[in-house]
């Protein structure tokens, strides 16, 4: 039964169940593909209906994530005190959020351009279809990095109406960079999914082997966002950016230890929210001086 609170006590409960500061994981990435795409400040209008697409897009996975994972979550010691299971937010509620979120991601795609409406269900389903991968496949952190490569494909989408080999490109880096730090983040439930049955590489491959496919994941991405600098010509202040993601990454790794995996939030929060903030700056920044 979900309590009784006042109502900016109930946006705070929501906020933390969808883990709303972790936004600035994809919404740089984004809105660089935007700034990319037009190859400088994208229109008000499209910036604003990007940006409510993302907030659809995220706010509707992330409920429906915690509403088909709340009996795993209420037996997981990690997870059990999140508001759903913890009776803090009703179903009802959490059903309205994610309907509400998706309508609203829906509507976004429908005033960005015809391409970007006809996707968005497909784009509904990878999202939705992401909680339900680790019930059946090891590869759910590759599921999740596609959901999140989405935001890159869709913003490009969103500018130029087609898809093209930099947009392609930017996309798979984010799938990979997400897969990646999904691996590390699934350390922590190691012994809990493989008490439960429940897939991941880490339960596949044991600690060890998954931070060095974590690690090849991260590689991959550097290679395609390098690839990048190429296809668009880019200049100084990309490869500043690029040197410091790459340092970021190293960092990072140098967190998490097979045996000591106490800095594994330090290594998942912080790093990967300034990797993607610094890759929108240093991007946009050598955009404009080109131009």
Not at 163 to 187: N, P, Q
Not at 200 to 206: R, Y
Not at 253 to 274: C, P, Q, R, T, W
């Amino acid at each position: 039964m979900e309590l009784s609170f006042s109502p900016m006590s109930k946006l705070k409960i929501f906020l933390e169940m969808i883990k709303f500061p972790h936004t600035v994981f994809a919404l740089p990435f984004a809105l660089t593909s935007a700034f990319i795409a037009s190859n400088g400040m994208p229109s008000g209008y499209q910036l604003f209906w990007i940006i409510m697409a993302m907030i659809g897009a995220r706010t509707g996975a992330m409920s429906f994530n915690r509403l088909v994972d709340m009996e795993i979550d209420a037996k997981n010691p990690r997870t059990k005190d999140r508001p759903l299971p913890k009776g803090l937010i009703s179903k009802e509620a959490v059903i309205f959020y994610t309907l509400a979120s998706f309508l609203l991601l829906v509507y976004a795609a429908y005033k960005l351009n015809k391409f970007c409406f006809y996707l968005s269900p497909i784009a509904i389903i990878i999202l939705c279809g992401y909680s339900l991968t680790k019930r059946f496949t090891h590869l759910s952190h590759i599921v999740l990095g596609l959901a999140l490569s989405g935001a890159p494909l869709g913003a490009w989408i969103a500018i130029k109406g087609n898809i093209e080999t930099s947009a392609i490109f930017l996309s798979l880096a984010v799938m990979f960079w997400v897969a990646g730090f999904d691996i590390l983040y699934a350390l922590q439930d190691y012994e809990f999914d493989r008490r439960e049955g429940l897939y991941s590489i880490p339960v596949k491959f044991g600690v060890k082997k998954s931070i060095l496919i974590s690690r090849a994941f991260h590689l991959i991405m550097v290679m395609l966002l390098s690839l990048l600098y190429f296809l668009n010509g880019f200049g100084l202040f990309y490869i500043v950016g690029l040197v410091i993601i790459a340092f970021l990454l190293v960092y990072e790794h140098s967190l998490v230890k097979e045996n000591d995996l106490s800095k594994l939030d330090i290594a998942f929060f912080n790093m990967n929210g300034y990797i993607s903030l610094i890759y929108f700056i240093f991007t946009v920044l050598d955009i404009y001086w080109k131009v």
